[in-house]
């Protein structure tokens, strides 16, 4: 496991030793000095340091994962077209929305399709700005298969948590799938050390929370996403060893995202 940040009373100056002007939040495996996010490399446990791996095959720091988040940039793309083919649609809302009676008459497709919807340009251009932020952190450093699967997941949990806390409410969005991010991200920065509150990803949990419990905001879907999020987000996280373990996490992941399909359709039919 990667050495978290030590209590203050250990002396221990926790400033990368490559890069003394900037913080460190984690220290290198093998020589257990402080190194900071352009110094951290990936290992099959924890973080090593530039030195420490010299001469070993080419390896990838954290600031070096530079593939493009096509996964990312793909799910923006649909609920910016869904959004805009929808301008001067009335029913689009009516034929998309998610709410327990539709699903339970046979439109199972709202458990999806409601991730996708967006009633207002506020609405969609604030989650699409989260989406894009946290999927260029978390794209890159899972893989797009698996940050596809996740994001599926999160997507899934949040229409369960509207089935399950407003089943009579027409509701939209992709904030469950977006606060399913923000919990796998948590997730995954504190197994690698990471202050989440520094991060700045803390306080953003935090102040979406709170503004979650605003008349006309889908707390349900919130809190069944960040939940859902977490979940899978554990998964990712335990089975991240070699490739062989992720394609098991991965197939868990499906595996839960199917399960929670399972349960909206059974929920949708059973209201609590």
């Known amino acids: ?92 809302t009516r034929q998309l929305g998610l709410d327990a009676f539709d699903v339970a008459h046979g439109d199972w497709w709202r458990i999806v399709t409601a991730g996708f919807l967006h009633f207002d340009v506020l ?3 604030f989650n699409m700005l989260i989406l894009w932020w946290l999927g260029r952190m978390l794209e890159p450093a899972l893989g797009r298969v698996r940050f596809g699967v996740l994001y599926a997941v999160a997507l899934l949990a949040g229409a369960l948590g509207v089935l399950l806390l407003e089943p009579n409410a027409i509701t939209g969005g992709a904030s469950g799938a977006v606060f399913g991010l923000m919990g796998a991200a948590v997730v995954l920065m504190r197994r690698r050390g990471i202050d989440v509150m520094q991060s700045g990803l803390g306080g953003l949990l935090v102040i979406n929370l709170v503004l979650s419990f605003r008349p ?35 197939v868990a992941c499906v595996a839960l995202a199917l399960a929670i399909v399972g349960a909206c359709l059974w929920v949708a039919s059973n209201p609590v």
């Open 1 to 92: 496991m990667t050495e978290p940040v030590p209590d203050a009373d250990e002396r221990y100056e926790w400033h990368c030793y490559r890069h003394p002007a900037r913080e460190a939040g984690v220290k290198c495996r093998r020589c257990e000095r402080p190194i900071c996010p352009d110094c951290m490399i990936a290992a099959p446990v924890g973080f090593q340091c530039p030195e420490c791996v010299k001469g070993a095959p080419a390896v990838r720091t954290m600031r070096s994962l530079h593939r493009e988040p096509y996964v990312t940039m793909a799910l923006i793309a649909i609920n910016a077209v869904i959004f805009l083919g929808g301008q001067g649609q009335s029913n689009q």
């Open 123 to 125: 609405h969609i251009v």
């Open 216 to 250: 006309g905001v889908s707390i349900g879907g919130h809190l069944g996403g960040l939940v859902g999020g977490a979940v899978a987000g554990s998964i990712l996280a335990a089975t991240d060893d070699d490739a062989q373990q992720r394609v098991l996490g991965t």
